[in-house]
């Protein structure tokens, strides 16, 4: 599966952005999804994660109650909704999937993904 992200762009503090992931290739519904970021010199985190048949999310503990994600299986696509956004969540953002059907159950490490997007940068100035 190939995944292009987009909407990334340079916002003020408070301001919301919407992520979205474009994903190639058939049954999409067979993937679990992620969003990750990473800032320069930090390592690749996750941001929040979402199941085949969005039954399932998470969040890291600094984005949850702000962000949202979701997925339109019909659209094969992955959406991130980003409210309140704060400097620190400057980043490049990365959409991940992998098989639903994959022995690794994980949904936070970067690992457990095997398909990555390009990229798309979020910049928040205070």
């Known amino acids: 599966v190939q995944l292009q992200a987009s909407g990334g762009g340079s916002v003020q503090t408070g301001d919301s952005l919407r992520l979205s992931c474009a994903a190639s290739g058939r049954t999409f519904s067979s993937y679990k999804l992620g969003w990750f970021r990473q800032a320069p010199g930090k390592e690749r985190e996750l941001v929040a994660a979402?199941?085949?048949?969005?039954?399932?999310?998470y969040y890291s503990e600094s984005v949850k109650g702000r962000f949202t994600i979701s997925r339109d299986n019909a659209k094969n696509t992955v959406y991130l909704q980003m409210n309140s956004l704060k400097p620190e969540d400057t980043a490049v953002y990365y959409c991940?999937?992998?098989?639903?059907?994959?022995?690794?159950?994980?949904?936070?490490?970067?690992?457990?993904?095997?398909?990555w997007g390009q990229g798309t940068q979020v910049t928040v100035s205070s």
């Open positions: 991940a999937a992998d098989s639903i059907y994959s022995t690794n159950y994980d949904y936070t490490s970067t690992g457990s993904y095997y398909y």
């Open positions: 979402i199941s085949g048949n969005g039954g399932r999310t």
